[in-house]
């Protein structure tokens, strides 16, 4: 069964341009998380997508959008690129989350898309 | 906020070595998962717990979910050299479905 695919693997843009980044998830997730994770440092969690809506976001700027597809994959969006957004950005998918459903807290990565603005 | 510390922060271990790593929490949480992240890699789900006392193996590592709820043990067996990694901890907030991860533990094993 495959895993999370994110593409590209590697991405360098331009302070001020803006940035795709793409996510499949494991066939049978509906739910799609979005992370940044700054060079050692932890993993932030930036957006939660379930069923084509956004469901929940973290404490990052209006900047960082995206969207969920109805085939379950997703876009994270990044405008007017800034030095500080270099990251690994982390996709992550489980099953659709249910507060009683043990399994769907379980969270599966993908390998991440390391962004450099230069 | 939430917060996961993770101790120790680092580990420098000979091959062959045993390994514990501990995360600790200010609040209760319901599940604890445990990840490994090798460099430029997205973590891997190792183990997964969901009652508290509830011990799992995963081949040599087996992890723990405290009694209080506030925390969880991860132990390594005879480490080896493809063990080297940040091991994370992450866990809900009951009836939230972000997971918050700890500071992670960065396990080296010196040659």
């Known amino acids: 069964e495959a895993g999370v695919t994110q593409s590209p693997t590697h991405l360098i843009k331009t302070r001020g341009q803006q940035a795709t980044l793409r996510c499949s998830p494991i066939s049978g997730h509906t739910s799609v998380y979005w992370y940044q994770q700054a060079l050692g440092l932890g993993l932030q969690f930036l957006l939660w997508y379930d069923e084509g809506e956004e469901r929940n976001r973290g404490n990052f700027p209006p900047r960082f959008s995206g969207r969920q597809f109805p085939n379950y994959s997703s876009e994270l969006n990044v405008n007017a690129l800034e030095l500080e957004d270099s990251a690994l950005y982390l996709c992550?998918?489980?099953?659709?989350?249910?507060?009683?459903?043990?399994?769907?807290?379980?969270?599966?990565f993908g390998p991440g898309t390391r962004l450099t603005v230069t | 906020g939430q917060q996961l510390n993770q101790s120790p922060q680092s580990m420098f271990i000979q091959e062959g070595e045993d390994v514990s790593m501990n995360c600790t929490s200010s609040s209760i949480f319901n599940t604890w998962l445990w990840y490994k992240q090798e460099p430029g890699e997205g973590p891997v789900l190792l183990i997964a717990l969901y009652k508290a006392g509830e011990l799992t193996s995963n081949g040599r590592l087996t992890a723990q979910f405290g009694i209080t709820r506030k925390d969880s043990f991860l132990n390594i067996s005879a480490s080896i050299p493809s063990d080297v990694g940040i091991y994370f901890c992450?866990?809900?907030?009951?009836?939230?479905?972000?997971?918050?991860f700890g500071t992670g533990t960065r396990l080296t094993i010196i040659p």
């Open positions: 992550a998918s489980s099953l659709a989350w249910q507060p009683w459903a043990v399994k769907s807290y379980e969270q599966y």
């Open positions: 992450a866990g809900p907030n009951f009836g939230n479905e972000k997971l918050t």
